[in-house]
C-alpha cells in the first residue's frame, strides 16, 4: 500500500490538531490508525480496497431469460455498491451485458464480489466477469 | 458509458478467448552479497534471501490476476548469474549452489528458477570454468534449476573455445536426463547478446548492473494477434501492419499495467515489459498460425522470413508506444516444441533448420526448443551454435540456441514433455562436418559496424 506524501501530512495534522501538547506514543498510534482506517486502508497487511479506484467494470452475457439484471443488481445493492452506468445489447436469443460499478463504499472487497457474483453466474448459467477499471482504461485509452 | 461496447468485450475476448495472458512475472533478486568462504554459509544467505523477497511472490500475482481478469501464467524469479559471486568456488560447490536454488524455487512455490548462468563472450574466469563444468551435473539433480552461458557478442566476438565446451556439456546433460526425453537441454540456453533483464526462463537472470530486486513482465497473446489478422482479411501489407500494432499495443498495455501492480504489492521497483509473443502448445496460441493466416501456406514457405519480419518489427514498435520500459528479448518467439503449427510444419517436412535459421535472424531470440537425433556429434552441435551466434553478432541482436539432442532418438520421431513445453519431433541435420573449423578453437574477432553491406 502506497500513501502519497499529502495524505501523510494530512494524516500528521489531524493527530496535532487532537493530541494537542500532552500526546503519548499510545495516543498518537491510536489517532493515526484511526485516520487510516477512515483513509479505508491499514498500515499493515494487504487490503483489496488498496487498488486505485472502486470502479469495476461486470461485464456478462448468455442466453436471455427474465430475472438475471434483477439477481445481479439484487447482489450489488445487497453490499451496497454503486452502479455508475449500465448498458446491454440482445442478439436473438444471446444478451450482452456491461455495466460501471463503484465498489469503494462497499463493505464488501473485490474478492467477496466475484465470489457472489461467480454464485449469481452459476444459479443463472451465464457468464459474470468482474475486472478492474484500470485494464480498460489502459487498454483503450491513450 | 465511459467505455464503448466493442472495447470492453474486445478486452474480454482476449483474455477469455484468445488466450491473452501475461506469460510470466519473473522477480529478479540480486545474490551478490550472498557470498562466504563457508559453502553452508553461502547457501543459508541464498536461501534466505530468495525467501525473504520471494515468499508472497506466487500470492501477490494470483491477488493481481483476480483484481484485473487477467491470468498470469507463470511467476518464476531470476537470480544474478552465480558465476559472478560465487567465482571462488569449485564444481562440487556450483552443484550445491543449484540444489539450494531448487530448494527455495520449491519452498516459494514456483516452477522455475532463473540464473545458473555465466557470461564467458571473451574469455573464463576460473570460477566460470568451474561452475560450466557443473552444469551436467546441476540441471541433472535439480528440477527447476534454469541455466545460460553467454558465448557471443558483438562487441566482444565469438568465443568458440566456449562454444565447444558448450556443446559438450549439452551432450552430457542430454545422457544424464535419459530417461526423462534429455529434458535437462530444455533448461539451458547459449546466448549471443543476452539481454540483462529478460523475464522468460530458460534464458531470465537478474543482470549485473540490475538493482537489488526488481519485477520484470513477460507478456504473450500469439491467440490475440492471430484473431486480429485473420479479422484483417484481404488487405495490403501496410493495413496488416498497423492491425498488427494496434493490437500489441493493447496487450503491452495491459501487461505494463499488471507488472506495476504486481511489483507495487511487493514495494519493488518495476523494470521493464518484454514485448514478446510466446506461443504455447495449446490450440491457438500459435506464432507459425499466425504466419499462415498472414499468408504462407505453411511454415517454411518462400516468404516466410519476410512475414516474420514484419511481425516481429509490429509488436516492438507498438510496444515501445504503449511502454517506456520496454526490454528483455520483445519480438516474436519461434521455438519448434511449444508451438503447434511448428511442430505440424516439421512433421510434414516443410520446415528445416536451415529455413528456421534464417528466420532467426529476424526474430527474438533464435533457435529455440529443437531436438536433434541423440548421437548428433558435439562438433555439429557446436557448428550450429557458431552459426546463430554469428546472426546475433552481425545484427547486432540477441540470439540463442536451445538444442535438445534427444539421447537415443533418430531422426522423425517424436518426444513429448507434456505441458508448456509441448512435444519435440527430431529433425535431420546435416552430416556434413564441421569439425575441422569449429576444433580450431580460438576467437571469431569482433566485426567491424561500418561497410555495413
Known amino acids: 500500500m502506497r500513501i502519497s506524501e499529502e495524505e501523510i501530512r494530512k494524516i500528521a495534522l ?41 470502479r469495476i467494470i461486470l461485464t456478462s ?66 457468464k459474470i466477469f468482474i475486472q478492474h477499471e484500470d485494464l480498460f482504461r489502459y487498454m483503450h485509452r491513450i | 458509458m465511459a467505455y464503448e461496447f466493442e472495447e470492453v468485450l474486445e478486452t474480454i475476448r482476449m483474455t477469455e478467448i484468445e488466450h491473452f495472458d501475461i506469460r510470466t512475472v519473473t522477480l529478479g533478486i540480486s545474490l551478490r552479497d550472498c557470498v562466504d568462504r563457508n559453502l553452508e554459509i553461502t547457501k543459508q544467505k541464498i536461501y534466505d534471501k530468495i525467501i525473504k523477497y ?55 512455490g514456483i516452477d522455475y528458477i532463473g540464473g545458473f548462468a555465466a557470461l564467458v563472450q571473451k574469455g573464463f574466469t576460473n570460477g566460470e570454468r568451474e561452475m560450466i ?24 566476438g565469438i568465443n568458440m573455445d566456449a562454444i ?53 513482465v513477460g507478456i504473450s497473446g500469439p491467440g490475440v494477434v492471430f484473431d486480429a489478422v485473420k479479422e484483417a482479411g484481404r488487405c495490403d501489407l501496410n493495413t496488416l501492419a498497423e492491425k498488427i500494432k494496434k493490437t500489441a499495443f ?15 504489492k511487493h514495494g519493488i521497483p518495476f523494470g521493464i515489459v518484454d514485448v514478446s509473443l510466446a506461443p504455447t502448445p ?7 498460425d499466425i504466419l499462415k493466416a498472414m499468408g504462407v501456406e505453411d511454415v517454411g514457405a518462400p516468404g516466410t522470413t519476410a512475414a516474420l519480419a514484419m511481425l516481429n518489427d509490429c509488436v ?26 511448428m511442430i505440424n510444419a516439421v512433421a510434414k517436412g516443410h520446415l528445416s533448420i536451415e529455413k528456421l535459421e534464417a528466420m532467426t535472424a529476424v526474430c527474438s531470440v533464435g533457435l529455440d526448443m529443437i531436438a536433434v537425433a541423440g548421437d548428433t556429434p558435439a562438433t555439429t552441435i557446436a557448428g550450429i551454435i557458431a552459426d546463430e551466434c554469428a546472426i546475433g553478432m552481425i545484427n547486432d541482436k540477441a540470439t540463442a540456441v536451445r538444442i535438445i539432442p534427444i539421447y537415443g532418438k533418430k531422426v522423425g520421431e517424436v518426444y513429448d514433455y507434456g505441458g508448456l513445453l509441448g512435444e519435440a519431433p527430431v529433425m535431420p541435420v546435416s552430416k556434413l562436418s564441421s569439425e575441422n573449423f569449429v576444433l580450431r578453437g580460438g576467437k571469431i574477432p569482433a566485426p567491424t559496424r561500418s561497410l555495413t553491406n
Do not use: W
Open chain 2, 133 to 156: 563444468k557443473a552444469i551436467p551435473y546441476a540441471l541433472s539433480q535439480t528440477k527447476r534449476v534454469c541455466a545460460n552461458v553467454n558465448v557471443a557478442s558483438t562487441k566482444a
Open chain 2, 316 to 341: 516492438k514498435k507498438a510496444g515501445l508506444m504503449a511502454s517506456s520500459s520496454v526490454g528483455g528479448l520483445s519480438g516474436a518467439f519461434i521455438p519448434i516444441s511449444e508451438d503447434r503449427a
Open chain 2, 54 to 108: 520471494g515468499k508472497y511472490h506466487v500470492e501477490y500475482a494470483k491477488q493481481v490476476e483476480a483484481e484485473y481478469g487477467v491470468s498470469i501464467a507463470n511467476k518464476r524469479v531470476a537470480v544474478t548469474p552465480i558465476s559472478i559471486p560465487f567465482d571462488n568456488y569449485k564444481m562440487e560447490d556450483f552443484i550445491e549452489i543449484a540444489k539450494i536454488l531448487d530448494k527455495a524455487a520449491e519452498d516459494i
Open chain 1, 14 to 54: 489531524r493527530a496535532i490538531e487532537e493530541l494537542g501538547n500532552k500526546a503519548t506514543p499510545d495516543m498518537v498510534r491510536e489517532v493515526v490508525q484511526k485516520s487510516f482506517t477512515k483513509l479505508g486502508t491499514m498500515p499493515e497487511g494487504y487490503s483489496e480496497k488498496d487498488i486505485s479506484t472502486g
Open chain 2, 250 to 264: 493493447k496487450i503491452t498495455r495491459a501487461g505494463e499495467l499488471i507488472g506495476n501492480k504486481v511489483a507495487e
Open chain 2, 164 to 216: 565447444n565446451i558448450m556443446s559438450e556439456v549439452i551432450l552430457s546433460l542430454a545422457e544424464k536426463t535419459k530417461d526423462e526425453g534429455s529434458i535437462g537441454c530444455a533448461k539451458l540456453v547459449v546466448y549471443c547478446n543476452v539481454p540483462e533483464d529478460n523475464p522468460f526462463i530458460a534464458g531470465a537472470f537478474h543482470g549485473i548492473s540490475e538493482p537489488e530486486v526488481v519485477l520484470n
Open chain 1, 61 to 126: 452475457f448468455g442466453f436471455n431469460q427474465p430475472g438475471i439484471i434483477a439477481t445481479i443488481t439484487k447482489t450489488l445493492s445487497d453490499a451496497k455498491i454503486d452502479i455508475k452506468d449500465l448498458s446491454q445489447k440482445i442478439m436473438d436469443e444471446f444478451y450482452t451485458m456491461i455495466m460501471l460499478i463503484d465498489i469503494s463504499n462497499s463493505p464488501k472487497d473485490l474478492k467477496e464480489l466475484q465470489e457472489d457474483m461467480a454464485k449469481c453466474a452459476e444459479n443463472l448459467k451465464v
Open chain 2, 282 to 288: 495449446a490450440e491457438g496460441d500459435s506464432i507459425g
